[in-house]
């Protein structure tokens, strides 16, 4: 119960916070912008049952279409229209607002398929910041749209995107693989295996498309080797920290370990293993996505981590979400222990003067320090969104958007 009261105070000031603070984001996107902000406002009100937060839920959306109107024009999913327009529909969805999706967002359709048409740099499958992103949109308006000829129109783009990631794979054998910049400063190319920017983000996008009929033809086989490719990688030494690493150069070299988090590393590819497993009614796969969730449960040591902060991307509640979100799916003790014990790690990093709700953002690279973010994927908002599915009596669906749910 103490552990209830302080998550519920938690929650509160991350409110208040947003509150001072949202309008301070210049970006639209679902993950980095408004129309993520936002989502925190839907869900805290339907658990507190104070409209007051989803009006300013609704703002914050009639913001984004304002901001498409005057001009924005940044398509991804990560900070632009793609994943703004994305929030708007799974907001209509869950029934927080009441709009007509069909006439509000097709307009926005060829905008957005001519940018999958131009994307054609080496990472163009980037979940965040490429196609992919764009296609699980598309695969959203699919889904919900009551009119026949949009539901063909989103067919025939999902099915582009598609063909181009096919035609992009490098096949040998059994498996497939997607070549990208590892580091561009380093002219260092690979394989990038993390859920954020890499091949999971591509096996997760592709098990949600295996099981519709009008996509299976094109998807399954393709599905299967590149779940082939990932599997074929894994850490063949006990004793490394984790199953599998971040990213395999095109030299067959493997980075030393992968980080504990959603955007790298073992939780994000065993996620997509689990919903590949699951589609594909394969449970050698879904036991392989098991075993390397169980293994990352004992991983607790800032080395063996390397988590600094609480965020979802690569922090705390990201790791606390994932394993809560496995218990449900399971039933399994063992991730109910690690969400529990991640969530009072994370309650023990609300520790900045400055930050909001105690947590600040650390930022690595040239410009590494600390700093005060209110998104979903590195702010308060999703940890607030965490700590709601942590919470809640009701089933919460937000996580869509991190290739989670």
């Not at 998550?7 to 309008?23: Q, R, S």
């Not at 959306?61 to 632009?80: M, R």
């Not at 998807?219 to 074929?232: D, G, P, W, Y």
């Not at 902060?309 to 449900?328: E, P, Q, R, T």
Request: glycine share 8%; proline share 1%.
């Amino acid at each position: 119960m103490r552990e209830e009261n302080i998550l519920k105070e938690k929650l509160k000031e991350i409110d208040l916070v947003i509150k001072d603070h949202y309008n301070e984001s210049t970006d639209i996107g679902v993950l980095s912008g408004i129309s993520g902000i936002a989502l925190f406002q839907f869900y805290y009100a339907k658990y507190t049952g104070e409209e007051i937060h989803a009006d300013l839920g609704a703002a914050m959306l009639s913001e984004v279409i304002e901001k498409i109107n005057e001009g924005y024009s940044f398509p991804t999913f990560c900070a632009g229209i793609a994943g703004g327009a994305w929030a708007i529909e799974h907001a209509t969805e869950e029934g927080f607002i009441d709009v007509d999706c069909d006439a509000l967002l097709s307009d926005l359709d060829d905008f957005l398929m001519e940018n999958v048409t131009l994307t054609v740099n080496e990472n163009f499958f980037d979940f965040l910041h490429g196609i992919q992103g764009i296609g699980f949109y598309f695969l959203k308006r699919y889904q919900n749209t009551k009119s026949d000829g949009l539901r063909e129109k989103y067919k025939r783009n999902i099915l582009h995107i598609v063909e181009r990631l096919a035609s992009a794979s490098i096949p040998h054998g059994d498996t497939v693989k997607w070549e990208s910049y590892l580091s561009r400063e380093e002219d260092l190319k690979g394989f990038n295996i993390g859920l954020s920017h890499g091949m999971s983000s591509i096996v997760n996008f592709l098990s949600r498309l295996v099981s519709y009929n009008d996509f299976k033809a094109e998807t399954e086989s393709l599905l299967k080797k590149a779940v082939n490719f990932i599997i074929s990688i894994e850490y063949n030494n006990a004793q490394q920290v984790s199953c599998f690493p971040d990213w395999i150069t095109s030299n067959n070299e493997k980075s030393d370990s992968c980080r504990l988090g959603w955007c790298y590393g073992d939780l994000g590819i065993a996620l997509s293993l689990w919903r590949a497993g699951q589609v594909l009614e394969d449970t050698s796969i879904c036991d392989k996505a098991i075993l390397v969730m169980k293994k990352a449960c004992k991983r607790t040591t800032t080395e063996e981590t390397r988590i600094n902060d609480a965020g979802l991307c690569h922090g705390s509640y990201g790791v606390m979400h994932i394993f809560n979100y496995m218990y449900k799916e399971t039933g399994d003790d063992i991730f109910k222990e690690a969400s529990e014990y991640w969530m009072q790690e994370s309650l023990a990093m609300a520790v900045h003067d400055n930050g909001h709700a105690g947590y600040m953002q650390w930022r690595g690279g040239e410009d590494a320090g600390w700093r005060n973010e209110i998104n979903l994927l590195e702010g308060v908002s999703g940890i607030g969104l965490a700590i709601l599915s942590y919470l809640a009596p009701f089933e919460t669906k937000w996580d869509e958007c991190l290739l989670i749910g």
